[in-house]
């Protein structure tokens, strides 16, 4: 079944809200009522709240009575709405001009039968802006006077209001495509080509928003203060790198699991309109399961069949469950108010501001800089074009293999002992290298030569104990300074007779003194 037909079918099910009073449908939901437990709506039109059994609304999908108002509801119109069923509107009020609504009106019209809903709104914004413009600066015009001076200030005014090159770009290209099919189709008297393309700013090539190592390892220091299934969420977008609509949208059963027993995570694409299945490690495999249980033990299966659900109205850190996908906004912000409580900063000192899309920066650059093919980013972040994946191709010295081992051609182990290889060898099978080779950690002051999904780590936060650590003369100065720190530990750990500590710090310190010896050989040619 399709987006749209599931979403009419879920209407037809649900059934369409309107006040019993004024007959309007622009409600929000208040709360439940205590004694009946039912459903409690806010009328806007009305400032009235009301309940309403199911059996008493009435069922209201008349599309061509929808395209006559200035408010357009995607749900009486039988198309798919906003991911996360949050955004369901198109409000042509805000457009001021009578000419240019009405053309405009016509414009989205034609839109909606090839895009998806979230980009008429767009296209919409873009038409809110023009209007805004000309009420501005040309209150009275018509459409027969615009011409090119007018969309000349048009430009200026945009860059004056200091918006974004791609922003403008966006404006401008939207504003172009509705005045040329107003010229073709004879909505409107307007002049042919009034936007050109030279109009249109160049946006700079983008780069990457990926999150730095030290600020992801800030986050994870404090992770633990977020609700369960808030870190859950967080752990799953550090590995996967989904967008945030295709996350909160993860339906409960999306696990998947092969013959050889490696796990797969399945998921629907909105932007590329299509399913994909990616590797996952064991270790995000364990964090769904565990969110899975979560939500069987808060609803059943008919009430809620989503792998992440919303807060009820509880203050974090504290969560309570309700039967509703998450906004997009909440997990960013609760993101940000744990970085400002602990003043989680990039490398200059200021504080981090997390935005959910730079996790899925941060696994593109990642696994680029680890030496993952191409062509199997974009396969594994679902991009349709490689074009797209290029912009993940932004190399950093400090996590590239390649880059480590160009610095000095030799790679040590723990007991100081050259490691042959830096990145694994490709196997026939893209899917097969993928599986066991996708995302090696990037160390601090190394790698780690475990494949993630071959097993989970036995080491956490302890590389310098383990037979899978790796690092190059590159990291040198780092370890002579955590031998130093080391020895300090030692020293105290000793004085007032700590056992457990002596022991650890003991084996760390033996094993920085194997590497240390053995990256000195290798730049002196032994």
């Known amino acids: 079944m399709g987006q749209a037909q599931s979403t009419l079918l879920h209407l037809q099910t649900e059934q369409l809200i309107v006040c019993p009073k004024c007959g309007s449908n622009e409600y929000r939901k208040n709360g439940r009522n205590k004694s009946s437990k039912n459903q409690v709506y806010y009328c806007r039109q009305c400032d009235r709240s009301f309940t309403l059994e199911k059996e008493k609304l009435e069922i209201v999908i008349d599309p061509q009575a929808e395209y006559l108002k200035d408010i357009w509801d995607c749900r009486y119109l039988g198309i798919e709405g906003g991911v996360g069923k949050s955004s369901y509107k198109?409000?042509?009020?805000?457009?001021?001009?009578?000419?240019?609504?009405?053309?405009?009106?016509?414009?989205?019209?034609?839109?909606?039968?090839?895009?998806?809903?979230?980009?008429?709104?767009?296209?919409?914004?873009?038409?809110?802006?023009?209007?805004?413009?000309?009420?501005?600066?040309?209150?009275?015009?018509?459409?027969?006077e615009i011409n090119r001076d007018v969309i000349t200030n048009f430009t200026i005014y945009l860059a004056s209001r200091k918006l974004a090159y791609a922003t403008r770009h966006k404006i401008l290209c939207d504003t172009k495509l509705f005045f040329d099919a107003s010229y073709q189709l004879e909505w409107l008297d307007v002049s042919r080509y009034l936007v050109r393309q030279e109009d249109l700013p160049r946006v700079p090539k983008a780069l990457p928003r990926y999150i730095p190592e030290e600020v992801l390892r800030q986050l994870n220091e404090h992770i633990e203060e977020l609700a369960e299934p808030v870190i859950r969420m967080v752990l799953v977008l550090q590995e996967c790198g989904m967008?945030?609509?295709?996350?909160?949208?993860?339906?409960?059963?999306?696990?998947?699991?092969?013959?050889?027993?490696?796990?797969?995570?399945?998921?629907?694409?909105?932007?590329?309109?299509?399913?994909?299945?990616?590797?996952?490690?064991?270790?995000?495999?364990?964090?769904?399961?565990?969110?899975?249980?979560?939500?069987?033990?808060?609803?059943?299966?008919?009430?809620?069949?989503?792998?992440?659900?919303?807060?009820?109205?509880?203050?974090?850190?504290?969560?309570?469950?309700?039967?509703?996908?998450?906004?997009?906004?909440?997990?960013?912000?609760?993101?940000?108010?744990?970085?400002?409580?602990?003043?989680?900063?990039?490398?200059?000192?200021?504080?981090?501001?997390?935005q959910t899309h730079q996790f899925r920066h941060t696994v593109g650059t990642r696994m680029i800089n680890n030496g993952v093919p191409q062509h199997i980013v974009q396969r594994y972040l679902g991009h349709e074009s490689p074009v797209m994946t290029a912009t993940y191709a932004f190399i950093h010295d400090q996590t590239m293999k390649e880059e480590i081992a160009k610095f000095q051609g030799k790679v040590v182990n723990i007991a100081g002992q050259i490691v042959e290889s830096v990145t694994p060898e490709v196997e026939t099978a893209d899917l097969e290298w993928f599986k066991r080779n996708i995302q090696g950690q990037a160390l601090p002051n190394g790698s780690c030569a475990l494949p993630t999904i071959a097993q989970s780590c036995p080491h956490a936060n302890a590389c310098l104990t383990c037979t899978h650590f790796r690092t190059t003369a590159e990291f040198l100065g780092e370890h002579r300074k955590q031998l130093e720190d080391t020895e300090q530990l030692l020293e105290k750990a000793r004085a007032n007779g700590w056992i457990r500590q002596i022991e650890m710090n003991e084996k760390v310190s033996e094993n920085l003194r194997h590497i240390i010896e053995g990256l000195e050989g290798t730049i002196n040619g032994d």
């Open 90 to 144: 198109l409000n042509f009020a805000l457009l001021v001009q009578p000419w240019l609504r009405e053309a405009a009106k016509r414009y989205i019209k034609m839109c909606l039968s090839s895009i998806v809903f979230a980009s008429a709104q767009e296209k919409l914004y873009s038409l809110r802006t023009l209007s805004g413009f000309l009420r501005q600066d040309y209150p009275e015009i018509q459409p027969a």
């Open 243 to 354: 967008r945030i609509s295709e996350l909160l949208n993860l339906k409960l059963d999306c696990l998947l699991q092969d013959k050889a027993g490696d796990w797969f995570l399945k998921y629907y694409q909105f932007k590329m309109k299509k399913e994909i299945t990616i590797p996952i490690s064991r270790e995000v495999v364990r964090v769904i399961q565990e969110q899975q249980r979560y939500i069987r033990q808060h609803f059943t299966p008919d009430e809620f069949d989503y792998l992440f659900c919303a807060n009820g109205g509880s203050q974090p850190p504290n969560f309570n469950p309700v039967p509703r996908v998450m906004m997009r906004k909440t997990l960013p912000k609760q993101l940000n108010r744990l970085a400002k409580e602990h003043n989680i900063c990039d490398s200059t000192g200021k504080v981090w501001h997390f």
